[in-house]
Nanobody, 123 residues
Framework: VQLVESGGGSVQAGGSLRLSCTPS????????MAWFRQVPGKEREGVAS??????TYYADFVKGRFAISRDDANTLYLQMNSLEREDSAVYYC???????????????????WGQGTQVTVSL
């Protein structure tokens, strides 16, 4: 599976961005998909996940501001509103064929990763 992210960029605090992730490959390998982010020198952290069982999970620091979704073409989205400077990071798309409901915001639960897209939020 290949995952290609797009939609990153620079925005002022309070603004919005929408990230997209287009997968290619076997459909079953994208049962669960998620967004992660990483800042240089810090550990990667899970942002949000969505699976075909309908369940979504969000990190506490984005609840109420970000929304994850996927369309019929299996493209994954992350709508990011009310962006804060602390949201600046490289955002990665990930996918997994596994159906476990545990640890869906943990990186070790995912098998495939995109190359990342930079999000920069300025004051």
């Amino acid at each position: 599976v290949q995952l290609v992210e797009s939609g990153g960029g620079s925005v002022q605090a309070g603004g919005s961005l929408r990230l997209s992730c287009t997968p290619s490959g076997l459909f079953y390998e994208t049962y669960c998909m998620a967004w992660f982010r990483q800042v240089p020198g810090k550990e990667r952290e899970g942002v949000a996940s969505i699976a075909r069982d309908g369940l979504t999970y969000y990190a506490d620091f984005v609840k109420g501001r970000f929304a994850i979704s996927r369309d019929d073409a299996n493209t994954l989205y992350l709508q990011m509103n009310s962006l804060e400077r602390e949201d600046s990071a490289v955002y990665y798309c990930a996918s997994s064929p596994y159906r476990s409901r545990n640890n869906r915001l943990q990186g070790e639960s995912y098998k495939y990763w995109g190359q990342g897209t930079q999000v920069t939020v300025s004051l």
